[in-house]
């Protein structure tokens, strides 16, 4: 898929890997939403309209049905389509299982996979319609090999693959494709808290032995949007923390 002039939602990306996969798009021509529960700012409009492409905001909570459905329709509304759907958002709220609430888990739930689920099903409508899509899921290789104190935010990424590929096998037919991708320890506003000491700790457990960067993964969802023959699959960007044989 040629990128330039389609129309991209990036969910959550006012921020972290979201706003690096939405910079992303617009250096490939591709007209960007925005994505946040809160108000996108004047600013962060600017930014991506700097590259000579349209981008609109959107606000709205993921995890509602309804939100879900009326954000992809300002997104048609605005831009004239949705061509590329990247399911970013999502939260952390991380606790030993024997101390977590059932609010701490069920919140994690409905954000990182029901959310993934409601932006998914409204855009398909649109996507099924035009017989052409991508949808390009946020997971986790917490999700692939579980954490401790992450049991709702490694569920909440399992569920995501297991989401991902049964989408890819309804819309095939229809010339969508549904893949997921599965950070590792990247450098954010999350990792910047972290000591000395744990990033060494984490380190020591990668094969590259660093921290991957924001463009690593926006540069791996440009890769999927671009490819026709790709789907179902998760695609790993971790520097080798999660090695599958």
């Given at each position: 898929?040629?990128?330039?002039?389609?129309?991209?939602?990036?969910?959550?990306s006012?921020?972290?890997?979201g706003?690096?996969?939405?910079?992303a798009?617009?250096?490939?021509g591709?007209?960007?939403?925005?994505?946040?529960?809160?108000?996108?700012t004047?600013?962060?409009?600017t930014?991506i309209?700097?590259?000579?492409?349209?981008?609109?905001?959107?606000?709205?909570?993921?995890?509602?049905?309804d939100?879900?459905?009326?954000?992809?329709?300002?997104?048609?509304e605005?831009?004239?389509?949705?061509?590329?759907?990247?399911?970013?958002?999502?939260?952390?709220?991380?606790?030993?299982?024997?101390?977590?609430?059932?609010?701490?888990?069920?919140?994690?739930?409905?954000?990182?996979?029901?959310?993934?689920f409601?932006?998914?099903?409204?855009?398909?409508?649109?996507?099924?319609?035009?017989?052409?899509?991508?949808?390009?899921?946020?997971?986790?290789?917490?999700?692939?090999?579980?954490?401790?104190?992450?049991?709702?935010?490694?569920?909440?990424?399992?569920?995501?693959?297991?989401?991902t590929?049964?989408?890819?096998?309804?819309v095939?037919?229809?010339?969508?494709?549904?893949?997921?991708?599965?950070?590792?320890f990247?450098?954010t506003?999350?990792?910047?808290v972290?000591?000395?000491?744990?990033?060494?700790?984490?380190?020591?457990?990668?094969?590259?032995?660093?921290?991957?960067?924001?463009?690593?993964?926006?540069?791996?969802?440009?890769?999927?949007?671009?490819?026709?023959?790709?789907t179902?699959?998760?695609?790993?960007?971790?520097?080798?923390?999660?090695?599958?044989g």
């Open positions: 898929m040629d990128l330039k002039g389609k129309n991209v939602l990036v969910t959550g006012t921020r972290g890997i706003k690096a996969v939405a910079l798009f617009a250096k490939e591709a007209n960007v939403a925005l994505n946040g529960r809160g108000e996108i004047a600013e962060q409009i930014e309209e700097s590259f000579g492409v349209k981008c609109i905001g959107v606000s709205g909570d993921i995890a509602s049905f939100s879900a459905e009326n954000m992809i329709k300002a997104v048609v605005g831009l004239g389509s949705i061509d590329i759907l990247v399911n970013n958002a999502g939260i952390t709220n991380d606790k030993l299982l024997l101390r977590m609430s059932e609010d701490d888990f069920t919140r994690c739930i409905q954000i990182n996979l029901t959310g993934t409601n932006m998914t099903q409204h855009a398909i409508k649109r996507m099924m319609k035009q017989r052409s899509g991508r949808i390009i899921n946020m997971s986790s290789v917490v999700g692939l090999m579980g954490n401790i104190g992450q049991a709702n935010y490694a569920a909440s990424k399992a569920g995501v693959i297991g989401l590929k049964s989408v890819a096998r309804e095939a037919a229809r010339g969508i494709t549904c893949n997921a991708i599965a950070p590792g990247i450098e506003e999350m990792t910047e972290l000591s000395d000491k744990v990033k060494e700790q984490m380190n020591q457990q990668i094969p590259l032995q660093r921290f991957g960067q924001v463009e690593d993964v926006a540069d791996t969802a440009i890769f999927l949007a671009k490819s026709p023959y790709i179902g699959q998760v695609l790993n960007v971790d520097g080798g923390l999660v090695m599958q």
